[in-house]
């Protein structure tokens, strides 16, 4: 009888063993890797049966879509069998509702028993329901689901939970943060809203004088920076449990990111044949450089390889046997879009910016010494001087447009008078040597930027105090006479127009009759340039003798240092390095951007005017 009775025992113990092992492997089969990708997913589902067969193709459908192949995700999704078991079903909902948001379409959350969802999947419900609010522009409700999400967000995803959750309330005007409802108890979310009035009300851009010194305006800028310290620093007093303590230094601009724990294996994707070898090349040169200038950084073990030699995918297939963990490049903006469409399991730090900078499926960074980004800077420097009514001369061309477009969306961002932007597109050289040999000035005068567009003709102002020219030096050399000739007067010098102009103008070999005409004029620069005197030692002869060569150079620097700490880039850090091509930020999309430095030009030499350094 006992023996009987043991029999029993075992044998229920053994069937006991087996369902919670045959449970654990269903659970298992749900996990969700980040670091798989959708053919990963798709493959195991192939090799399977069953309900486990089914938990691969949820999971497929999953990594679908975080790459943005909805066609197929939902291909695979009205494929999966009726009788789902309640985990399951419950997947299948998350990632329809996930669906629904991205395709911006009405999805209905009554679906789900709250009750019955886990953490992982609490947070994935809460992230379609902002979606969702998002789509309806509803800020209040926005505001509630940031703080439903910070429940249930990993550890591991915390800080940039906390860094969106900051992006959201910083960007609300104050009519927009007055509409989000708090009650007595929401103390979290009174310390947003108040810490967001907080930075808002101290952290405008200080406004310098005509008559102010290079010192005075550093120490503008040094007190204002002090009063925000001290404001943000009196509401952490007020709210010293408040989550957003855990990123305060990234709300003061004070931090600096230190490089990442372990050194990296690195793929370096440039052109190094064809009619982009110059540049590749001294990127590449800049990139191996890097670690003379910086010794105290860890090395990384660097694989350059030509992306004219091969496809994007034969080459990241290539980067993923040999072990990479991160992937520099590529720098032309056909292959970034290419490797952001592929969406490499390995993250990517491209070189150059892509149209579209929606999320990518794996962490993707752009880093590019973008004319559009420099045109932003010259807004902010240019209004910091008190100027209203900016003209910009830029190319006839698509850059140009592009060009003026950017500097008018910032300016439309800082002013607070509502001042506009106005533009005057010009020829090419041969157009404007004509103009010239027959005296034809360039007249003050230039459309409105609108959106998208520039507004219709027979909408010209005049009036300006500010000129900011995107031009090469050839251009250039033609352009500030003939603004002299239509205005009859000398523009810029000592005049009540102010002269700006871009870094491209800016070259090594210029005529010295260049830098006196175009005396009182401020440029911008890389540091690496204007401290060129100091890193002679640092760069090879062939580059110091070509700026556009130079500033290449500098991004390979600077490149290989954000790789250094590419572990703990993420969106909104502000002047987080001080970098060869200017101070280093980053926006929400991962895009780093750079403030340069503004130099003067003074009776044939430039020196720095301290204004942005």
Same mark, same amino acid.
């Given at each position: 009888?006992?023996?009987?009775?043991?029999?029993?025992?075992?044998?229920?113990?053994?069937?006991?063993?087996?369902?919670?092992?045959?449970?654990?492997?269903?659970?298992?089969?749900?996990?969700?890797?980040?670091?798989?990708?959708?053919?990963?997913?798709?493959?195991?589902?192939?090799?399977? #049966?069953?309900?486990? =067969?089914?938990?691969?193709? %949820?999971?497929?459908? !999953?990594?679908?879509?975080?790459?943005?192949?909805?066609?197929?995700?939902?291909?695979?999704?009205?494929?999966?069998?009726?009788?789902? @078991?309640?985990?399951?079903?419950?997947?299948?909902?998350?990632?329809?509702?996930?669906?629904?948001?991205?395709?911006?379409?009405?999805?209905?959350?009554?679906?789900?028993?709250? +009750? /019955?969802?886990?953490?992982?999947?609490?947070?994935?419900?809460?992230?379609?329901?902002? $979606?969702?609010?998002?789509?309806?522009?509803?800020?209040?409700?926005?505001?509630?689901?940031?703080?439903?999400?910070?429940?249930?967000?990993?550890?591991?995803?915390?800080?940039?939970?906390?860094?969106?959750?900051?992006?959201?309330?910083?960007?609300?005007?104050?009519?927009?943060? $007055?509409?989000?409802?708090?009650?007595?108890?929401? #103390?979290?979310?009174? $310390?947003?809203?108040?810490?967001?009035?907080?930075?808002?009300?101290?952290?405008?851009?200080?406004?310098?004088?005509?008559?102010?010194?290079?010192?005075?305006?550093?120490?503008?800028?040094? @007190?204002?920076?002090?009063?925000?310290?001290?404001?943000?620093?009196?509401?952490?007093?007020?709210?010293?449990?408040?989550?957003?303590?855990?990123?305060?230094?990234?709300?003061?601009?004070?931090?600096?990111?230190?490089?990442?724990?372990?050194?990296?294996?690195?793929?370096?994707? %440039?052109?190094?044949?064809? *009619? *982009? !070898?110059?540049?590749?090349? #001294?990127? !590449?040169? $800049?990139?191996? /450089?890097?670690?003379?200038?910086?010794?105290?950084?860890?090395?990384?073990?660097?694989?350059?390889?030509?992306?004219?030699?091969?496809?994007?995918?034969?080459?990241?297939?290539?980067?993923?046997?040999?072990?990479?963990?991160?992937?520099?490049?590529?720098?032309?903006?056909?292959?970034?879009?290419?490797?952001?469409?592929?969406?490499?399991?390995?993250?990517?730090?491209?070189?150059?910016?892509? +149209?579209?900078?929606?999320?990518?499926?794996?962490?993707?960074?752009?880093?590019?010494?973008?004319?559009? &980004?420099?045109?932003?800077?010259?807004?902010?420097?240019?209004?910091?001087?008190? =100027?209203? =009514?900016?003209?910009?001369?830029?190319?006839?061309?698509?850059?140009? !447009?592009?060009?003026?477009?950017?500097?008018?969306?910032?300016?439309?961002?800082?002013?607070? /008078? @509502? *001042?506009?932007?106005?533009?005057?597109?010009?020829? @090419?050289?041969?157009?404007?040597?004509?103009?010239?040999?027959?005296?034809?000035?360039?007249?003050?005068?230039?459309?409105?930027?609108?959106?998208?567009?520039?507004?219709?003709?027979?909408?010209? *102002?005049?009036?300006?105090?500010?000129?900011?020219?995107?031009?090469?030096?050839?251009?250039?050399? %033609?352009?500030?006479?003939?603004? +002299?000739?239509?205005?009859?007067?000398?523009?810029?010098?000592?005049?009540?127009?102010?002269?700006?102009?871009?870094?491209?103008?800016?070259?090594?070999?210029?005529? =010295? &009759?260049?830098?006196?005409?175009?005396?009182?004029?401020?440029?911008?620069?890389?540091?690496?340039?204007?401290n060129q005197k100091d890193n002679t030692n640092n760069i090879p002869s062939n580059v110091q003798k070509d700026y556009s060569l130079m500033r290449l150079y500098a991004m390979g620097i600077d490149a290989w240092r954000l790789a250094n700490r590419f572990n703990q880039l993420s969106s909104y850090q502000p002047n987080f390095l001080d970098g060869m091509t200017g101070k280093l930020s980053t926006t929400d999309q991962c895009e780093v951007t750079r403030t340069l430095s503004w130099q003067q030009y003074i009776y044939g030499d430039a020196k720095s005017d301290s204004k942005s350094e």
């Amino acid at each position: 009888m006992n023996l009987k009775r043991s029999f029993c025992v075992m044998l229920i113990m053994s069937l006991f063993v087996f369902l919670v092992g045959c449970s654990f492997e269903s659970n298992k089969s749900l996990d969700f890797d980040e670091h798989q990708n959708s053919n990963y997913y798709l493959s195991q589902a192939d090799n399977s #049966t069953g309900s486990i =067969k089914v938990n691969w193709q %949820l999971l497929a459908i !999953r990594a679908l879509i975080k790459e943005n192949k909805f066609s197929q995700a939902n291909a695979l999704l009205a494929n999966l069998p009726l009788n789902l @078991n309640a985990e399951q079903q419950k997947e299948k909902l998350l990632s329809e509702g996930e669906i629904a948001v991205k395709k911006r379409r009405k999805f209905d959350l009554n679906q789900f028993t709250l +009750d /019955n969802l886990t953490n992982s999947q609490l947070y994935r419900y809460y992230a379609i329901k902002l $979606g969702l609010d998002i789509n309806n522009k509803d800020i209040n409700a926005q505001a509630h689901d940031y703080l439903q999400l910070e429940k249930y967000v990993s550890e591991t995803e915390k800080r940039q939970l906390l860094i969106n959750t900051w992006n959201f309330f910083r960007k609300l005007k104050s009519d927009k943060l $007055g509409k989000i409802l708090v009650d007595e108890n929401e #103390t979290v979310l009174r $310390g947003w809203v108040d810490l967001a009035y907080t930075y808002q009300n101290n952290s405008n851009k200080h406004v310098s004088q005509d008559d102010d010194t290079p010192e005075i305006i550093a120490a503008k800028s040094e @007190n204002q920076k002090q009063l925000l310290n001290q404001a943000i620093n009196n509401w952490a007093t007020q709210y010293p449990h408040h989550p957003a303590n855990e990123i305060i230094s990234i709300l003061t601009g004070g931090k600096t990111l230190s490089v990442d724990a372990n050194a990296k294996n690195v793929a370096l994707l %440039l052109p190094l044949n064809g *009619s *982009s !070898r110059i540049f590749g090349e #001294t990127i !590449r040169q $800049g990139y191996i /450089n890097a670690i003379n200038l910086f010794p105290q950084e860890p090395q990384q073990n660097v694989i350059v390889l030509d992306t004219t030699s091969a496809s994007m995918d034969t080459l990241i297939q290539q980067a993923q046997e040999q072990h990479v963990e991160l992937i520099v490049g590529p720098l032309l903006k056909n292959e970034v879009t290419k490797i952001k469409e592929l969406a490499p399991t390995i993250p990517v730090l491209a070189l150059n910016k892509v +149209d579209s900078m929606a999320s990518s499926a794996n962490k993707m960074c752009f880093f590019a010494l973008s004319p559009e &980004d420099e045109a932003k800077d010259a807004a902010g420097h240019i209004y910091s001087q008190n =100027k209203v =009514k900016p003209l910009l001369l830029v190319p006839q061309t698509d850059l140009g !447009r592009r060009v003026a477009q950017s500097f008018a969306m910032e300016w439309s961002q800082l002013s607070t /008078n @509502n *001042s506009q932007a106005y533009v005057q597109y010009f020829g @090419n050289t041969t157009t404007l040597s004509a103009n010239m040999n027959h005296n034809i000035g360039i007249i003050l005068a230039g459309n409105p930027i609108l959106n998208d567009e520039v507004s219709s003709e027979g909408m010209l *102002s005049t009036g300006f105090d500010a000129i900011y020219i995107y031009s090469s030096y050839d251009e250039l050399t %033609l352009i500030k006479p003939m603004l +002299d000739m239509g205005a009859n007067k000398t523009i810029g010098n000592s005049s009540t127009i102010m002269l700006y102009s871009s870094s491209k103008s800016h070259v090594a070999n210029a005529s =010295k &009759d260049f830098n006196y005409d175009m005396n009182k004029t401020e440029y911008a620069e890389i540091p690496m340039i204007v401290n060129q005197k100091d890193n002679t030692n640092n760069i090879p002869s062939n580059v110091q003798k070509d700026y556009s060569l130079m500033r290449l150079y500098a991004m390979g620097i600077d490149a290989w240092r954000l790789a250094n700490r590419f572990n703990q880039l993420s969106s909104y850090q502000p002047n987080f390095l001080d970098g060869m091509t200017g101070k280093l930020s980053t926006t929400d999309q991962c895009e780093v951007t750079r403030t340069l430095s503004w130099q003067q030009y003074i009776y044939g030499d430039a020196k720095s005017d301290s204004k942005s350094e």
